[in-house]
């Protein structure tokens, strides 16, 4: 009798374990291809490390093997900087944060993100071009990403198409791509 409760118990147990702990979250491997334009040197009010300096504000679309999306989101810098992970030759550009809200173009459903300071790598060559490496993390969103965690890792080039400077201030219109790879963590609603 006792070997019966201790085989019914362990079974009624790895059921619940089953349905608590491994189905209430989905996850989604994603791969993206992206394009958009950012803008420095406009207020934009944000200025989280209180330098004068505000943050960007870039924009654009990515499509996903999950769908397509619409992003906008703002990030801010520190430097330039000698290069210490950009190649050499390259100014460096060190990330204070970055926050992106990416809203689904089919359902209007967003996803929220953000980089925290370390989490991006910017190098500007003297001919105007960029590259960068980004590594960030999901929290949140709206309608089936509400309750949304996850990280994803991007790569990208661009280049400068007018910039200048202001007093001190660096302004310039830039037009970028990237590839992404997302591990998007989804509750089960």
């Not at 190649?87 to 359902?107: I, R, S, W, Y």
Request: glycine share 12%.
């Amino acid at each position: 009798m006792k070997s019966c409760f201790i085989i019914v118990s362990l079974a009624f147990s790895w059921l619940l374990a089953g349905t608590v702990g491994g189905d209430d979250f989905k996850t989604q491997r994603v791969r993206c291809t992206g394009s958009g334009t950012f803008v420095d040197g406009v207020d934009t009010h944000i200025d989280a490390n209180n330098d004068g300096t505000p943050a960007s504000l870039n924009q654009g679309l990515q499509n996903c093997n999950s769908g397509r999306f619409f992003f906008q989101f703002e990030d801010e810098y520190v430097g330039p900087f000698a290069p210490t992970t950009c190649p050499p030759g390259t100014l460096e550009f060190n990330l204070v944060q970055a926050h992106t809200v990416l809203t689904d173009q089919k359902t209007s459903d967003q996803l929220f993100s953000e980089d925290a300071a370390g989490g991006v790598t910017f190098c500007q060559h003297p001919d105007g071009t960029f590259s960068f490496t980004e590594h960030g993390t999901f929290n949140g969103g709206t309608g089936q990403f509400t309750g949304a965690r996850g990280t994803f890792d991007s790569q990208g080039t661009g280049k400068y198409l007018i910039s200048g400077f202001k007093d001190t201030v660096f302004a310039g219109f830039a037009q970028f791509t990237f590839t992404q790879s997302w591990t998007l963590i989804l509750p089960n609603h």
